[in-house]
């Protein structure tokens, strides 16, 4: 029976506790930022594990420990459906967080989803690039990036065998991607590895087997798409329910 040993994973006994203890190392890496830089930028995944901690630092007593009024939220990905359909992952954001916390009026960018994919890519990188002050060339760098994971091992909307992840130079592009929402937008690995803190957030027994595979890869097996992610700043924080992290043990 192995145990957990890497100091950069974290399990909680259930989904509920683990959407909490993300929301206090989301709280954590705020007040790093804020303390340290005056304002805090993170960028958000979709799906449903994020959305349970999105709801945890809207809840009553997370939502009044952090300065919303120096907070800028992005988004990781998005699918190419309107706004207010019920896979934009903008609207699970808007509707978890950025509509129950005093944001300032600009502090959620949300990424264009109507229009060709690639010129609502162009334009978030745009808008992102304006944002950071960056110019071509350089990559803007995150306090925080929330990441998901599915149990393919992609995160945001890099996918087994895209493309996307092999992109050195954008921020954003469109993407191919399975059905339901075939069409989407995502960072790119650059912009993921440069970020301060990177968190995955995993869920669930289907996903063990991969959790297993990104975190004790055996030899020959292809990396997943997840395990690209290798911020330059030291290794992303996994945090997990205690179903995720049953092939650990
Ligand atoms: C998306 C998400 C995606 C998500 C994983 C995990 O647009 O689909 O950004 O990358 O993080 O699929 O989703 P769950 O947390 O819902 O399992």
């Known amino acids: ?14 989904a509920a ?8 190392e989301f709280l954590e890496c705020a007040r790093t930022a804020l303390s340290k830089r005056g304002r805090f930028v993170a960028a958000l995944s979709g799906g449903n594990t994020p959305r349970a901690t999105c ?5 009553p007593d ?20 309107p706004p207010t359909d019920a896979g934009s992952n903008y609207r699970m954001l808007h509707d978890a967080l950025a509509s129950r916390v005093p944001l ?28 950071f002050g960056t110019k071509a ?40 991607a399975e059905p339901p929402y075939r069409q989407r ?13 990177v968190i995955f957030l995993v869920s669930g027994k289907d996903k063990a087997d991969t959790v297993r595979e990104v975190l004790r890869p055996e030899g020959g097996a292809a990396p997943v798409p997840a395990a690209y992610v290798q911020p330059s700043d030291g290794p992303a924080l996994w945090l997990l329910d205690a179903a995720a992290a049953s092939a650990l043990r």
Do not use: C, Y
Not at 104 to 131: I, L, T
Not at 185 to 197: D, E, I, M, R, Y
């Open 1 to 14: 029976m192995s145990r957990v040993t890497e100091p950069n994973v974290r399990v909680s006994t259930t």
């Open 62 to 81: 997370l939502r009044e420990r952090i300065d919303w009024a120096r907070v800028k939220l992005f988004q990781v990905d998005e699918r190419l459906v």
């Open 185 to 197: 937008l995502t960072l790119t690995l650059p912009v993921l590895n440069n970020a301060a803190s």
């Open 137 to 176: 060339g350089e990559v803007p760098r995150f306090d925080l990036i929330l990441l998901g994971m599915g149990a393919d091992g992609h995160t945001a909307s890099l996918f087994p065998n895209s493309p996307a992840l092999q992109e050195k130079q954008r921020l954003v592009v469109p993407v191919e």
């Open 55 to 59: 709801a945890e630092l809207a809840g």
């Open 17 to 24: 506790a683990l959407a909490r203890a993300a929301a206090e």
């Open 104 to 131: 300032p009026v600009d502090g959620f960018e949300r990424m264009w989803s109507e229009g060709d994919p690639a010129s609502v890519a162009a334009r978030a990188e745009r808008r992102m690039r304006a944002w």
